[in-house]
């Protein structure tokens, strides 16, 4: 395998300490305590009253959808929890033992700084303030230069370089030991401690195998890391009339962050690999011969940096620019124990219509947890763009503690013992998957923005990819394809991926052009997954796994058109023609794709592997190949 040669480090890396803490002087909105509440049947009008009140009073930010939106601009407040989120962080902060809390991955901080520091970010995004932009690049490229000449090369230590740096731990463990266990030297960089969080991730059991396949864990230690299986799952629409449609194995497996991590951690080290906790990257250096990373002031080495350090990628913010995303999915939740009925799993359910102030439509999930037979994860999440006026994550907390329980048909949120809130917000981008600007960086997990715009299952999608990434690292090493060209053809276009832009915007609440009716979004989907149960499992389970494929997206098009035709010029003004009609060029190329997936597939296999040719040239074709059987959908697993 290749290997680094003569590169140096002079001083050893030191621990780093990170800080997420905000503070609070000002209440954003304010809703009175729960206790005694009754929330079955609750009218809805009250909430939205709530809010307009408690908006006002802080001084106009939230809501949105009203008929005459005024976009002013109003300074970022410190605050935004109301007293009873408050309550909650603040009894569970109290009595929480768990040392999981300080994980950094997404999902992980399940504080109230944590919730507030989110809430301000999300707020600074809405409002276009971005931080400012160092002073330095944090990637700086140097060409024609190479690290000889560099000031702390004469002191070249091989412990300090590397073929490939993985920075950010949570993901970015899983391709590190892949990498590591097939002769690739690999360190990883974590910010913070390299652990899992504490609340599971839910993912499809047969995803998992990929792990193995790709050689990081064995089927033993995946088998360690479940922590609960369950099924039937259920998907279904408020006022459907429609029965709930209910299928099986798709999200109906818990997995331990903490164990995955921990177990990857371990097979990594024990093959060799280093990691560098409580290490921050401070920024790239690019040469013509290797990367110059700087981790925590101190220098190390690598042909290929991997940028795994999720939404907030100080490279990625190089890379995209100060921009706003131009989607969202913004999910709120608990984990909490004393649901009686906790059989099955929702993969997407909806309780209620669009909101009265168009703040959105709320969709729902839920699955059993596995920490005891009554404990349930609930999350809530919905679709916007990033306006000013969208709402914060905390007033979404607060709609949460008053709908879930109409969701899970509780009488009150007093019902259940909530251990462990939780809250993210998923930027989507459509000019997704990243491409890198740069030789010798490239990015996966989050960062790379691989994952579907419909869902936050970044764990999904990188089982769903990290047999063609750690393939196509291992064959850049091999080929010495490490640069800006040779990386950008590993995240290549996919329209598989840019064909789902739709969907979110068609379940997006546009604040200036509410839809007629509110119960649009709900009448849409009904009709939607009606469509796609009648045309079978081809076409729904891809769909259920955020697998769009051309077959499946064509049938359910015609099909939606021939049933009901006098609703399709509502989803075609709900979108609006500029979406349409990008939509509709991806949905071609996704044709063409398709067309072209079945002969890429057959020259993927050993025999067409074009061996007289270059090996950069083989890099390439391989990665033209990927692109077309991926990008139509046709890797789904089952
Ligand atoms: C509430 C919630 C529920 C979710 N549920 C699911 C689920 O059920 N199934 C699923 O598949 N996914 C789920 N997800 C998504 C999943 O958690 C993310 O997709 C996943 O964590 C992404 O991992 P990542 O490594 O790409 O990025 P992140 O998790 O964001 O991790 C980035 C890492 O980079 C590190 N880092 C950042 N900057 C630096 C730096 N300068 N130097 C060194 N290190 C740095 C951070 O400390 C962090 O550890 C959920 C997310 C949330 C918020």
Redesign the pocket.
């Known amino acids: 395998m290749t290997s680094l040669s003569a590169l140096s480090a002079t001083t050893r890396l030191s621990a780093a300490s990170t800080s997420t803490s905000t503070s609070s002087s000002s209440r954003r909105d304010r809703v009175a305590p729960l206790a005694g509440r009754r929330v079955r049947g609750t009218s809805r009008s009250p909430r939205a009253r709530a809010r307009a009140a408690a908006e006002t009073a802080a001084g106009g930010e939230g809501g949105g959808g009203g008929s005459t939106p005024t976009p002013t601009p109003t300074p970022t407040p410190t605050s935004f929890a109301s007293d009873r989120t408050r309550d909650i962080l603040t009894r569970l902060e109290a009595s929480s033992s768990s040392s999981s809390a300080s994980a950094?991955?997404?999902?992980g901080r399940t504080t109230l700084a944590a919730l507030e520091g989110l809430d301000a970010a999300w707020a600074r995004t809405r409002a276009g303030q971005f931080p400012p932009r160092p002073s330095t690049p944090y990637v700086r490229v140097h060409p024609g230069e190479t690290t000889t000449g560099f000031d702390d090369a004469a002191a070249a230590d091989d412990a300090d370089a590397f073929d490939v740096v993985v920075?950010?731990?949570?993901?970015?463990i899983l391709v590190a030991t892949a990498l590591q266990r097939r002769g690739v030297k690999v360190a990883v960089?974590?910010?913070?401690p390299l652990r899992g969080r504490a609340?599971?991730?839910?993912?499809s059991r047969a995803e998992t195998a990929a792990l193995v396949d790709v050689g990081a864990l064995t089927r033993e230690d995946v088998d360690a890391c479940v922590m609960i299986e369950f099924n039937p799952i259920r998907c279904g629409f408020h006022n459907s009339g429609a029965k709930d449609l209910v299928t099986r194995d798709i999200l109906n497996t818990g997995i331990s962050p903490e164990r995955l991590v921990a177990r990857c951690r371990e097979r990594f080290e024990d093959a060799g690999g280093v990691v560098f906790e409580n290490?921050?990257?401070g920024g790239v250096e690019v040469f013509d011969d290797a990367a110059r990373l700087d981790v925590n002031g101190a220098p190390i080495r690598a042909r290929l940096v991997i940028d795994?350090?999720?939404?907030?990628?100080?490279i990625v913010r190089q890379i995209r620019g100060d921009m706003k995303p131009d989607g969202v999915c913004v999910?709120v939740?608990s984990c909490a124990e004393g649901f009686e009925n906790n059989d099955g799993a929702d993969l997407i359910y909806t309780c209620t219509d669009i909101e009265e102030d168009y703040r959105g439509q709320y969709f729902w999930e839920a699955f059993p947890a596995s920490t005891g037979p009554t404990d349930r994860t609930t999350?809530m999440f919905t679709y916007m763009d990033a306006d000013e006026k969208r709402p914060s994550i905390s007033s979404m907390l607060d709609d949460y503690w008053d709908l879930m329980p109409k969701y899970q048909g509780l009488n009150s949120i007093e019902d259940v013992n909530v251990k462990r809130v939780?809250?993210?917000t998923f930027p989507t981008y459509r000019d997704s998957p990243l491409r890198t600007d740069f030789d010798r960086v490239m990015q996966i997990?989050?960062?790379s923005g691989i994952?579907s715009p419909l869902s936050?299952?970044?764990?999904?999608?990188i089982l769903r990819h990290i047999t063609r990434i750690v393939g196509a690292v291992e064959e850049a090493l091999d080929a010495d394809a490490l640069d800006r060209d040779a990386l950008r053809a590993v995240n290549d276009y996919q329209p598989a991926l840019s064909a789902s832009w739709l969907f979110q915007r068609c379940m997006m609440v546009p604040y200036d052009s509410k839809p007629r009716r509110r119960d649009f979004i709900n009448e849409l989907m009904t009709i939607n997954f009606g469509v796609m149960e009648s045309l079978g499992d081809d076409v729904l389970r891809p769909f259920l796994q955020d697998v769009v494929t051309f077959k499946g997206l064509g049938r359910t098009l015609v099909s939606m058109t021939l049933t009901k035709p006098l609703f399709v010029p509502n989803i075609l003004a709900q979108a609006g023609a500029g979406p349409i009609l990008d939509w509709f060029k991806h949905f071609v190329a996704l044709g063409v794709y398709d067309a072209l997936a079945s002969p890429a597939k057959a020259l993927m296999t050993p025999a067409g592997e074009f061996q007289a040719l270059p090996k950069r040239a083989r890099f390439m074709i391989r990665r033209k190949l990927e692109a077309i059987v991926y990008g139509a959908g046709r890797d789904q697993v089952e």
């Not at 950094?104 to 999902?107: E, K, M, P, R, S």
């Not at 609340?199 to 993912?203: A, R």
């Not at 936050?456 to 999608?461: I, K, N, S």
């Open positions: 950094l991955g997404a999902g920075c950010g731990g949570t993901l970015g960089v974590e910010r913070g609340q599971e991730w839910n993912v290490s921050t990257l795994c350090m999720g939404f907030g990628s100080p999910v939740g999350y939780l809250f993210g997990g989050d960062a994952q936050f299952g970044g764990l999904a999608a």
